[in-house]
């Protein structure tokens, strides 16, 4: 499995960026995918959910301001990021997982991750 995360970069605090990833190699047809974040020093947090079933879940801290997105015939994920802060500064990783009946299941597999700064 390869995931590919692009669009990262540098946004002034209230600005927007969009992160995609890529994936292949996933033969699966039900999954979710997650975006996570991880600054140093801090523990790595699940920014935002989705899978084959359209759900959706955000962190407190990004509802209204993150949406994420999956397109699975093109087999591309997206977190539209907007009203952008300072403290959404992280390295973001997308990761895929397979569903099963009513829940994500077995390990999660990485992106490489990208970096997201925010200047204030």
């Known amino acids: 499995v390869r995931l590919e995360e692009t669009g990262g970069g540098v946004a002034q605090a209230g600005g927007s960026l969009k992160l995609s990833c890529e994936f292949s190699g996933w033969s699966q047809s039900s999954y979710c995918m997650q975006w996570f974040r991880k600054v140093p020093g801090k523990d790595r947090e699940g920014v935002a959910r989705t899978d084959t079933t359209g759900k959706t879940s955000y962190m407190d801290s990004v509802k209204g301001r993150f949406s994420i997105s999956l397109d699975s015939d093109k087999r591309t994920l997206e977190l539209q990021m907007n009203n952008l802060r300072p403290e959404d500064t992280a390295t973001y990783t997308c990761?895929?997982?397979?569903?099963?009946?009513?829940?994500?299941?077995?390990?999660?597999?990485w992106g490489q991750g990208i970096p997201v700064t925010v200047s204030a």
């Open positions: 990761a895929i997982k397979a569903r099963g009946p009513g829940a994500c299941t077995g390990p999660w597999f």
